[in-house]
């Protein structure tokens, strides 16, 4: 399981550097570093709650080594440098407009996957939402997926626990059970995919007002898109209660390939080349 990670202390001489984004502290940019693209999150904040939570990140994706999880190749205290991926996220695949049902139920097979084997070594995601998905250019499509940003991830035996609360992005892919303040629960992993599998079918998340679903205040979800054949998982893992959802991630997984072949899709498949076709 353990990356083969170098562990650095001077700062990389890195080239062509694009910039991605910059937030929270920290700087994030494409570059080139020893002849191989690369994905840089440098630290810029002296703040140490920041620092923390970087340590943090780069700790979790440092024990990680699966196909369907961001590769890290190196990190220092100020610097995490991971494979580049190419391709696109998910939110940018979502924006086109609703994937096909084949392409959906392959998506979310993938991002299962990479669950399984996070939640298998005590990891949760805790952030799991379109942008934290890239949908490689390479294929099969459930072997493209790479789950990123170990950000607000929880590992059971660190001993930082992440409140990154000055981003709390978007509450629609968040468990009501991290809402409130809960961590290290898997399943919570597992709400955010089965939002994930609504937004992919709907081309939206499945309550509007997100914050009042989460607050208790009401249950107007949207119709469940979708072949009804895939109903009963979608709702189990819509569930606000963790113990009525599927109880982990292999089991979900499991359910998927069950629907999948009763509405006659190989998730192994290769898929349409062309984007939400
Ligand atoms: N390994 C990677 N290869 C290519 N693009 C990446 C990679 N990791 C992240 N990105 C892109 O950068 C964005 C920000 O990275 P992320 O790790 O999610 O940081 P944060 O959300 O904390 O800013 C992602 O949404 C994605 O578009
Ligand atoms: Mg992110």
């Not at 002849?35 to 999150?41: L, M, N, S």
């Not at 699966?66 to 391709?87: D, K, M, N, V, Y």
């Not at 290290?184 to 499945?206: I, N, Q, T």
């Amino acid at each position: 399981m353990m990356a083969d990670v170098q562990i650095i202390s001077a700062v990389q001489p890195l080239e062509d550097t694009v910039l991605v984004s910059r937030h929270g502290g920290v700087v994030a940019e494409r570059a080139r570093w020893q002849g191989q693209d690369v994905f840089v999150k440098t630290l810029e904040s002296r703040d140490i709650a920041t620092a923390r939570r970087f340590e943090h990140e780069g700790a979790v994706a440092s024990r990680l080594n699966h196909p369907q999880l961001a590769a890290l190749l190196a990190r220092s205290p100020t610097q995490l440098l991971f494979s580049w991926i190419e391709g696109c996220t998910l939110r940018e695949r979502v924006e086109q407009g609703p994937l096909a049902v084949p392409e959906a139920l392959r998506i979310t097979a993938g991002v299962l996957r990479g669950l399984c084997e996070l939640h298998m070594y005590g990891i949760t995601h805790q952030d799991l939402k379109p942008e934290n998905v890239i949908v490689a250019a390479s294929r099969p499509e459930a072997a493209a997926v790479r789950l990123i940003d170990f950000g607000m991830s929880h590992a059971r035996d660190l001993p930082l626990d992440i409140h990154r609360g000055t981003r709390m992005g978007t509450p629609h892919f968040m468990a009501p059970e991290q809402f409130r303040g809960l961590r290290g629960e898997p399943r919570s992993d597992l709400y955010s995919a089965g939002v994930l599998l609504f937004d992919c079918l709907a081309g939206h998340p499945p309550y509007e007002d997100a914050m009042g679903w989460l607050a208790g205040l009401h249950d107007q979800r949207a119709p469940l898109p979708g072949p009804g054949a895939l109903h009963p998982l979608m709702l189990a893992s819509l569930q606000r209660e963790p113990q009525d959802r599927p109880e982990s991630a292999q089991a979900m997984l499991g359910w998927l390939s069950q629907v999948a072949g009763s509405l006659g899709v190989d998730l192994d498949a290769h898929g349409d080349p062309t984007p939400n076709s």
